[in-house]
């Protein structure tokens, strides 16, 4: 028991085309089959997909670049089934456009100054530590396809800041924040490929270096020991024995203010936290 005969059906086979905003195109197309079984057939549905003269998955289409994707079968007889194959092919993926967007991303961060520059101030001059404010960074992000995963090559970069000019940036001002690949196949099914996405943040206005005020429980005397290290007083209170359990605001080579009060002579230093990479490296644009 099984299939009796198998005949190309009407229509014979349908076809499309598509292109999207890029212009690649991808392509389909449909061919029908009509099977007749033997009376009784055990899974006749089974039976009409799988007979010998009905395309299989992953034949192609003529010469075309594509290949059959799916089947069906429905009964419209009681012995006679009709089976539709399916097609689909697509241009070469790694010739496809990249894929660009950008967005913003906000975070909440301590500052010191106001939106003028000027210090953060109580009215007695004493400077205000704890004030916050929400910063909005542009955030590009690149999709594309690639041949290959680049897991090891791209590793370094992330969270890795710009060491040199990139897409216009001054050194330390873009961050790599995201760099993911997902495995893909052709709609042709030939060829396997990455579909990779880079993510990279940028701060114009400041930079991606930590800012910290230089400042310390203890100050330099300005004396060398025998030991070949500075010499270091701990900082008092009111000039008593009791040691200042609060850090003191230091001059850049680690001395006291002459004036702590005073915090025009305050000291501030950037801090490289992220390494440096040169993104351009990364071949996006």
């Known amino acids: 028991m099984g299939v009796v005969n198998v005949q190309q059906g009407w229509p014979n086979s349908a076809g499309q085309v598509k292109a999207d905003q890029q212009g690649n195109q991808s392509w389909g197309f ?3 089959y009509t099977v007749l079984l033997e009376a009784n057939t055990a899974n006749p549905e089974q039976e009409a997909l799988f007979a010998s003269d009905i395309p ?3 034949d192609y289409y003529g010469t075309s670049n594509a290949q059959c994707v799916g089947k069906s079968a429905k009964a419209i007889g009681p012995l006679l089934y009709e089976v539709t194959c399916e097609y689909a092919g697509q241009d ?3 010739y496809a456009y990249y894929e660009k967007s950008w967005s913003f991303a906000k975070s909440t961060e301590p500052i ?5 520059g000027n210090a953060i101030l109580n009215p007695n001059g004493e400077r205000i530590t704890g ?8 955030v590009y992000c690149v999709s594309r396809n690639v041949t290959q995963d680049q897991f090891d090559a791209h590793r370094a970069y992330m969270d890795a ?7 216009g940036y001054a050194a330390k001002k873009a961050r790599v924040v995201e760099i993911s690949a997902t495995r893909q196949i052709s709609g042709a099914g030939r060829d396997w490929y990455w579909r990779e996405t880079i993510r990279i943040q940028f701060r114009p206005r400041d930079d991606w270096r930590q800012r910290v005020l230089v400042e310390g429980h203890q100050y330099w005397t300005g004396r060398m020991l025998s030991t070949g290290r500075r ?4 900082f008092r209170l009111g000039g008593g024995l009791e040691i200042d359990p609060k850090p003191h605001p230091l001059a850049a080579d680690g001395r006291r203010l002459v004036d702590e009060a005073d915090v025009a002579t305050h000291v501030w230093q950037y801090k490289d936290i992220y390494p ?3 993104l351009n490296q990364l071949g996006i644009s």
Request: glycine share 2%; charged share 20%.
């Open 56 to 58: 299989a998955i992953g």
């Open 131 to 138: 004030v916050v404010k929400e910063i909005s960074d542009l």
């Open 161 to 167: 800041v710009n060491s040199v000019t990139f897409m």
């Open 112 to 116: 010191d100054r106001d939106a003028a």
């Open 30 to 32: 449909t061919t029908f």
């Open 276 to 278: 440096a990479m040169n």
């Open 92 to 94: 070469n993926p790694l």
């Open 231 to 234: 010499e270091l007083l701990p």
